[in-house]
């Protein structure tokens, strides 16, 4: 399976500022997720980054408060824009490698902590 | 209804015992079916998945799938304390996956 890293591994933020999170992949991907995990809870899609077009966002997520970048097919980003402590939480990013079955694997994480 | 249903546990299992972890799920046109374990602080990692009806085994794991009662299995067999971890259910459904809530498992030595 492919190998993702994530940067920062984690973050003390202050509310009102605005943290950039990198997913890199070793090989290239197609598919590319932003999920995040709230404290004690399971995991929620953000949106699909797709790569040179714009996003495609959940229900209850949008593109002012969290900026997707896909420049290439082995690399996103995730922008946590004016934070509040509501989001301290784990973002995760996942690839979909086009294996065919769908399966998805995950980066490592990036803690995030909004004081 | 939530989309994928996991009863939350925690689900406790002597060491050596078979546990047995379900999930239930609304969408009757889902087709592809996952299990991640998580361990604390760690991020979710694949463990199983399963597409068609019936059991596939690997090692001490084995995913059941039965698709006319929307529901899907993962047991464990001589479960190991290392065992012990969330176990999230995902679904795939409408080219995403939805994960239920998990269940946290803890393996007694």
């Known amino acids: 399976s492919a190998v993702i890293s994530q940067k920062p591994s984690r973050d003390i933020c202050q509310r009102g500022t605005s943290l950039t999170i990198q997913c890199q992949v070793d090989?290239?991907?197609?598919?590319m997720f932003w999920y995040r995990q709230q404290p004690g809870q399971s995991l929620t899609l953000i949106a699909t980054a797709n790569q040179g077009s714009e996003a495609t966002y959940e229900s209850g997520f949008v593109i002012d408060k969290f900026p997707i970048s896909r420049p290439n097919l082995t690399f996103s980003t995730l922008t946590v824009s004016n934070m509040s402590p509501e989001d301290s939480s784990i973002y995760l990013c996942?690839?979909?490698?086009?294996?065919?079955?769908?399966?998805?694997?995950f980066g490592p994480g990036t803690r995030l902590t909004v004081l | 209804q939530k989309e994928v249903e996991q009863n939350s546990g925690p689900l406790s299992v002597p060491e050596g015992a078979i546990a047995s972890l379900n999930c239930t799920y609304s969408?009757?046109?889902?087709?592809?079916f996952f299990w991640y374990r998580q361990y604390s602080g760690k991020s979710p990692e694949l463990i199983m998945f399963?597409?068609?009806?019936g059991d596939k085994e690997d090692g001490r794991f084995t995913a059941q799938l039965n698709k006319a009662s929307q529901y899907v299995s993962l047991l464990i067999r001589d479960s190991q304390p290392s065992d012990s971890a969330t176990y999230l259910c995902?679904?795939?459904?409408?080219?995403?996956?939805?994960f239920g809530q998990g269940t946290r498992l803890t393996i007694n030595p």
């Open positions: 995902a679904v795939q459904g409408a080219q995403k996956l939805v």
């Open positions: 399963i597409y068609s009806n």
């Open positions: 969408d009757r046109g889902s087709q592809s």
């Open positions: 090989s290239q991907v197609t598919m």
């Open positions: 996942s690839v979909d490698p086009g294996q065919g079955g769908n399966e998805q694997f």
